[in-house]
């Protein structure tokens, strides 16, 4: 149990989803960091983060994001990041974030982007 | 303006956030620059935490949040290692840094999301401020607290000290004297004079209380006139008498209260005309006078008058021991007058001042008694503790005066707390407990704006804080607790412990005289609880008797 936030995954079809909920900084995101990368299925894999109840996320955070993608995309896999709230996305558009991740709208626009020709498995 | 002091701990990290959250929104910024906001925050004080400040143990930061109109300023303050990020690196993301060691990005978004930081390094301390503009007008119908006008006076990072003062009259005076010595002979009686207008200045410039200022002056003018005897009354028009300020011989009389009627003094005044006999007993104007029969010989009477305005009148004789008033002696008594009535004019203005700032005291204290029933009551016993423990040290009036005020208002600035939290009966929680916590800065932001309870304002900021330095805002420790506060500080203790509040009965006075003990030297200036257990028996008797009284002068 890390202290501030939570992490659930769940299959759907052919993609991990997780909810990561409470916040991230600089008191936790060590933890989350171990905890986020232990859910991660064998690859290849494609993960969808659900930050619909996150609260808020550091840099480090960030960087733990940054880092999951760049495995992923080693293996063939990618990150998403669904239902990110407006605030964080804000950030992410001031940052020139978007550039590193999808952002969805919606768990269907994830299972619909998976299964397109030349993505699925 | 909130001014507070975090511990490193990340842990506080959170609650930081949450304020910061709140209280742009509350100034009108979006969601998304509060968030911008609270974003930029954390990775500062993250990053002073694992980069900043080295391991000692005063390892704390003090961070001051200011609107200015539609900007806000968040400036941290800390000792420690420089923050002298080179910005130029900071521009573009280094992807593969940032992976490996999920550090570097903290800057980037601080630089790209605040409009403008300023880093600035002097003598060990590290002051860094960012700046942000909200976007969007906010919402005129906003309903603007007081906590948030507040908020909006201007800023005090660092408390300038004024140079020590400096006392012009003091050099000239030696340089007069000087000139002074140089003059010839004949002229001893300007030289007498010009001696006296000398003294004058010096006694104004010195911090003696008025009233001393003005026996002193009335001493000296009796003796160069050569008589023994001597009086100033002070005119009070509306109840057509006198109160006889000062006087010479006659110390019984001092004090009481003289008609315009029936007197010598009141014929003076009333005529606005000098008297000046060589045996006032011998005058058959004198046999009808019924008081004042204590004149003798040599007499003269003149009334004080400055800039058309008639203050009182001054009285001399002598009993037979010198000549009557020469002509060049009633011409130099203008002279002579002078710098009393200057002396007296600043008397009364000053003691005009007093009243008007009691006055003002009194209302502020009404509109917090309103607000929060629990202390009504508390500031006045909590001023009469701190004065029982002000008196028996070594403390000059001026100081004694600001503690007095200060002990009056300590609390003034729960003005600006909501009373849902003032009269909470359980615990508060984190954000709630920083804003109560908060209340001390209010209280000095509030008399700021009084010119004349400025100083009163910085022993009301540090009135929380304890000896061992565990107290806020600023967790200043020791002698760097302004001595006022101090005072405060044990007073304000006990009061509390020993009446009732929202969260605790009353405790028994003798458990709390031992609570007191037990925080010599944590909470407590221990030579200041020396002094709180020796004047314990006026402070328990005191307790009993007071009860809402006019507020009055206490030192």
Redesign the interface.
């Known amino acids: 149990m890390i202290d501030g936030v939570k992490l659930n995954a769940r299959r759907m079809e052919n993609i991990t989803l997780i909810d990561v909920q409470g916040f991230l900084d600089n008191s936790n995101v060590e933890g989350f960091e171990h905890r986020l990368f232990d859910l991660f299925p064998p690859a290849p894999a494609n993960v969808v983060l659900n930050l619909d109840r996150l609260e808020y996320i550091c840099s480090a955070g960030l960087a733990v994001l940054l880092a999951a993608q760049d495995q992923l995309h080693k293996n063939r896999g990618e990150v998403m990041l669904l239902n990110v709230p407006p605030q964080i996305e804000h950030l992410f558009r001031t940052l020139g974030f978007q550039e590193f991740f999808r952002l969805l709208r919606n768990e269907q626009e994830a299972l619909r982007l998976f299964s397109a020709p030349g993505r699925a498995e | 303006m909130l001014y507070f002091t975090v511990s490193r701990r ?2 506080n ?2 609650d930081i ?1 949450e304020l910061i959250s709140q209280e742009t929104r509350q100034a009108g910024f979006s ?2 620059t ?3 906001c ?2 930029a925050v ?2 500062m004080l ?1 990053n002073i ?2 980069h900043g400040l080295t391991e000692t143990e005063e390892s704390k930061v003090n961070i001051a949040v200011i609107f200015y109109g539609e900007e806000v300023a968040v400036s941290f303050r800390y000792r420690g290692r420089p923050f002298q990020p080179d910005q130029a690196k900071c521009e573009k ?1 280094d ?1 593969p840094k ?2 490996a ?3 570097g ?2 800057l ?2 601080i630089l ?2 605040m409009d403008r930081v300023d880093f600035h390094y002097e003598n060990g301390e590290n002051t860094i401020t960012l700046y942000k503009k909200r976007e969007a007008a906010a919402d005129p119908t906003d309903d603007p607290s007081i906590l948030n006008r507040l908020l909006q006076s201007p800023p005090e990072m660092v408390l300038v000290t004024p140079p020590p003062a400096t006392d012009p009259a003091a050099g000239n005076s030696a340089a007069a004297e000087r000139y002074l010595a140089a003059l010839p002979l004949e002229t001893a009686a300007a030289k007498r004079l010009l001696a006296h207008y000398l003294k004058v200045q010096e006694w104004l410039s010195t911090e003696r209380p008025e009233e001393e200022l003005l026996d002193a002056i009335l001493q000296e003018i009796s003796h160069c006139f050569g008589c023994g005897m001597a009086a100033l009354l002070i005119a009070d028009a509306k109840n057509k008498n006198f109160i006889i300020q000062s006087a010479r011989c006659i110390p019984d009389e001092v004090g009481t209260r003289l008609s315009f009627r029936h007197t010598v003094s009141g014929w003076t005044y009333l005529h606005q005309q000098l008297i000046t006999v060589p045996a006032i007993e011998e005058d058959e104007r004198y046999l009808a006078v019924r008081e004042e029969r204590y004149y003798r010989g040599v007499f003269l009477s003149t009334p004080l008058t400055l800039a058309g305005q008639s203050l009182g009148v001054l009285n001399l004789c002598a009993a037979r021991e010198r000549p009557p008033f020469s002509d060049a002696e009633l011409d130099s008594l203008t002279l002579w007058l002078k710098p009393l009535l200057l002396a007296l004019r600043h008397y009364q203005n000053s003691r005009e001042k007093q009243r008007s700032i009691l006055d003002v005291i009194g209302v502020l204290i009404g509109a917090l008694d309103a607000k929060d029933a629990y202390t009504a009551g508390h500031s006045e016993r909590v001023m009469q503790y701190s004065m029982l423990i002000a008196n028996r040290i070594g403390l000059c009036l001026e100081e004694k005066e600001a503690i007095q005020y200060a002990s009056l208002l300590h609390d003034i600035g729960k003005i600006g707390i909501k009373e849902s939290i003032l009269n909470k009966g359980g615990t508060l929680s984190t954000y709630e407990s920083l804003l109560m916590k908060n209340h001390p800065v209010i209280g000095m932001n509030i008399l700021r704006s009084v010119g004349a309870l400025a100083k009163v304002g910085d022993l009301i900021k540090h009135h929380h804080e304890h000896w061992d330095g565990s107290g806020y805002p600023e967790g200043r420790r020791g002698e760097q607790i302004p001595i006022g506060s101090r005072i405060i500080m044990i007073a304000d203790s006990f009061e509390a412990m020993t009446s009732d509040r929202p969260y605790h009965k009353a405790m028994d006075k003798h458990k709390a005289v031992l609570e007191v003990q037990k925080g010599a030297g944590r909470q407590f200036d221990p030579r200041l609880v020396t002094i709180f257990m020796e004047v314990l028996d006026e402070i328990l008797q005191r307790d009993l008797l007071v009860q809402k009284t006019e507020l009055k002068k206490a030192f």
Do not use: C, M, P, Q
Request: glycine share 4%; net charge negative; hydrophobic share 40%.
């Open positions: 990340k842990e990290l959170k956030r969601e998304n509060a968030y911008l609270l974003s954390d990775e993250a935490f694992d993301i992807l940032v992976i060691e999920k550090h990005l903290g980037k978004i790209t999301t």
